[in-house]
């Protein structure tokens, strides 16, 4: 989820603490466990600041070591590490506890969205993305938001939260049922698929579809249950090409790779260097492909220029790559 939707989620989670006499009996250690969850419904993604080295190391890093079971287990002792000592009155065992779940539950709500996580690490590197739920979901985050001014506004915080969260997995058990009903109409139009990914959106009856048989991509969108293709690609293997193979080593394409389960590329040729392009197929927006990876390499193989990243327009696009566009 989005970091928004973590914040309210933490804080919502230290209102349902409330209901364990524990918390509910000591002000230390109600407050304690407030903050540990707010700060537990956060701490796996410190990840995030490797985007400020750049794009493909973030790629290939976020939501995996953060999110594996070992950091699930650390990051609520290093939370009692930070917090208990400014609060040595509150409940050792309850704050582990309540901190413990704000970890877990972070890791558990970002599975389904399409993103996903590596948590089974260091079991298993799989990523581990269901599809269910948006990074951002306007109503997930509505009715947090909602829980929290009753709260302020003198609703009694356990009860409150507890109805929240039944409302919220009823929520998800809807948008699975939404999304099998999307997948079945997306294998009755292409029976031969040999892979289908729906992917939801922000909107609850609209969902990005990107599959693929032994002959061709597949790129559409279901909108209130109706199922359109919108493009349709060629499957061209990638090519055991000196160019192609040379492109592979930069550590944006590499990057791009190790991520994107489907994807097409071009090659072009110019006097002076050749370009590479990865296009994820996922994520079609307004007929573009915003998630690409580009390396420039010079006659020798070389690369001269790469990115990884979102970039809507092909202008931005040779900014990125430092050119100019005439």
Known sequence: MDTGTHVVMGIALGGLATLDPAVASSHVTTTSVLIATIAGSQIPDIDTVLKLRN?????????????????????PLVLLAVIYPFFPGANLLHLWAWAFAAVFIHVFVDIFNAYG?????PFNSKWLALGVINTFDPFIFAIHVLGIIAWVMGADPGFTFLLMYFIIIGYYFKRYQTKKRVLVEVRSMIPDATEIIVAPTMKFHQWRIAAMNEDCFFVGRSINGEVKILDRFKRIPVPNTPVIEAAKKDQNISAFLSFSPVYRWEVDEYDDHYEVRFIDLRYRSNGHYPFVAVVQLDLDLKPINSYTGWVYSERKLRKKLGVVPS
């Open 55 to 75: 794009n493909a190391i973030y790629i290939r890093n976020h939501r995996g070591v953060t999110h594996s079971i070992p950091a699930v287990i650390l990051w």
């Open 117 to 121: 996580t590596q948590a089974l690490r």
